[in-house]
């Protein structure tokens, strides 16, 4: 095969599985290790997925679209960052030659996306040395197109969500499923590090995080999915791609509130407050009989006094989801001067 560099044959080291890219990387590593002239990539860097299901009988729908359009802007990205040593406006030639190439299997729902490696790789010629743009052809490759990448997002996702899911039947189907071994597992730290040490690759590593989610993703919408042979089912695949509902975080709100309105027709009733420090508005529920004999009293002259704001010194028991006031318990209250608005 012809070298991803030269564009010949001779000296070329050919990397034909991703078995043999793990084993080239980590030859990299050697100080003592021959290189190669050149080196060229099987089939193996090629991203490939098959979707089954209804919809995706001898078709693809549009819903694989952003998959192959995060896989692009990685690519645009990758390169622009070698090239120029920043993400820039790449030109018009630049965009065609870099256009990934998308390959649906006559009769099913294969696809099988090519990227033009020699372009990523001649933007780094006049910058690096041989031996630093081989190490970051096979990170960018592995990581965008890698099986073992794909498997220890996966992985990362089902651990984080086994601790995040409230979900008892949930979390069954999340500890059902185990997708690294110890090698793999091992191969992949040795893989973020490197990807690390390179401004490129770490933009790689990250934008490969959003490629590899937006591939679960799309998994949703078939009954079973293949990504470069890693298996999911519909239900896998949902399970992993939604944010598991945590249980909101207690935490007392005290301060100063204006009366915005109050509530007696609810029950509990509501009372709509406004914290002047920082203008955090909150309705939090109470019931008189669980007030104190003095909160009661300041209730009822909130409700009874029509002249001008009304301001109470509040404890009331919240809790927060994603930053926000879920539900609110007013615990107690004191009367306060008025005091002036801002």
């Given at each position: 095969?012809?070298?991803?560099?030269?564009?010949?044959?001779?000296?070329?080291?050919?990397?034909?599985?991703?078995?043999?890219?793990?084993?080239?990387?980590?030859?990299?590593?050697?100080?003592?290790?021959?290189?190669?002239?050149?080196?060229?990539?099987?089939?193996?860097?090629?991203?490939?997925?098959?979707?089954?299901?209804?919809?995706?009988?001898?078709?693809?729908?549009?819903?694989?679209?952003?998959?192959?359009?995060?896989?692009?802007?990685?690519?645009?990205?990758?390169?622009?960052?070698?090239?120029?040593?920043?993400?820039?406006?790449?030109?018009?030639?630049?965009?065609?030659?870099?256009?990934i190439i998308i390959?649906v299997s006559e009769?099913?729902?294969?696809?099988?996306?090519?990227?033009?490696?020699?372009?990523?790789?001649?933007?780094?010629?006049?910058?690096?040395?041989?031996?630093?743009?081989?190490?970051?052809?096979?990170?960018?490759?592995?990581?965008?197109?890698?099986?073992?990448?794909?498997?220890?997002?996966?992985q990362n996702t089902?651990?984080?969500?086994?601790?995040?899911?409230?979900?008892?039947?949930?979390?069954?189907?999340?500890?059902?499923?185990?997708?690294?071994?110890?090698?793999?597992?091992?191969?992949?730290?040795?893989?973020?590090?490197?990807?690390?040490?390179?401004?490129?690759?770490?933009?790689?590593?990250?934008?490969?995080?959003?490629?590899?989610?937006?591939?679960?993703?799309?998994?949703?919408?078939?009954?079973?999915?293949?990504?470069?042979?890693?298996?999911?089912?519909?239900?896998?695949?949902?399970?992993?791609?939604?944010?598991?509902?945590?249980?909101?975080?207690?935490?007392?709100?005290?301060?100063?509130?204006?009366?915005?309105?109050?509530?007696?027709?609810?029950?509990?009733?509501?009372?709509?407050?406004?914290?002047?420090?920082?203008?955090?508005?909150?309705?939090?529920?109470?019931?008189?009989?669980?007030?104190?004999?003095?909160?009661?009293?300041?209730?009822?002259?909130?409700?009874?006094?029509?002249?001008?704001?009304?301001?109470?010194?509040?404890?009331?028991?919240?809790?927060?989801?994603?930053?926000?006031?879920?539900?609110?318990?007013?615990?107690?209250?004191?009367?306060?001067?008025?005091?002036?608005?801002?």
């Amino acid at each position: 095969m012809q070298g991803l560099l030269t564009g010949t044959s001779e000296n070329v080291l050919t990397l034909t599985s991703e078995e043999d890219a793990w084993k080239f990387l980590e030859n990299l590593q050697k100080e003592d290790f021959t290189l190669p002239r050149d080196i060229s990539f099987g089939d193996w860097c090629n991203l490939t997925i098959y979707l089954k299901g209804e919809k995706w009988s001898s078709s693809i729908t549009t819903s694989i679209f952003p998959v192959f359009e995060q896989l692009q802007q990685s690519v645009n990205h990758a390169y622009a960052k070698a090239k120029y040593s920043k993400k820039v406006k790449l030109t018009k030639e630049e965009k065609e030659q870099l256009e990934i190439i998308i390959k649906v299997s006559e009769g099913s729902s294969d696809t099988e996306t090519k990227i033009n490696w020699t372009a990523l790789g001649k933007a780094c010629i006049s910058k690096m040395t041989n031996k630093q743009i081989f190490s970051l052809l096979v990170i960018i490759a592995l990581l965008f197109t890698g099986t073992v990448a794909h498997k220890d997002h996966l992985q990362n996702t089902r651990d984080i969500q086994i601790i995040k899911e409230a979900n008892e039947d949930k979390k069954a189907v999340l500890e059902s499923m185990q997708f690294m071994s110890e090698q793999e597992t091992t191969r992949m730290t040795m893989l973020v590090e490197l990807a690390h040490k390179n401004e490129i690759t770490n933009d790689a590593l990250k934008d490969s995080s959003i490629l590899h989610k937006q591939l679960v993703k799309t998994s949703t919408k078939a009954t079973t999915s293949k990504v470069n042979g890693v298996e999911l089912t519909k239900e896998q695949a949902e399970i992993l791609s939604k944010s598991p509902k945590t249980e909101p975080t207690p935490k007392q709100i005290n301060g100063v509130f204006e009366v915005l309105s109050l509530d007696w027709k609810s029950e509990p009733h509501k009372i709509s407050l406004r914290r002047v420090s920082d203008k955090l508005i909150i309705a939090p529920s109470f019931q008189l009989p669980w007030l104190s004999e003095n909160a009661k009293e300041v209730m009822k002259n909130t409700e009874w006094n029509e002249s001008g704001p009304k301001y109470l010194q509040a404890k009331i028991n919240a809790r927060f989801s994603k930053g926000k006031v879920v539900d609110a318990e007013l615990v107690d209250v004191d009367p306060i001067e008025p005091v002036k608005k801002d």
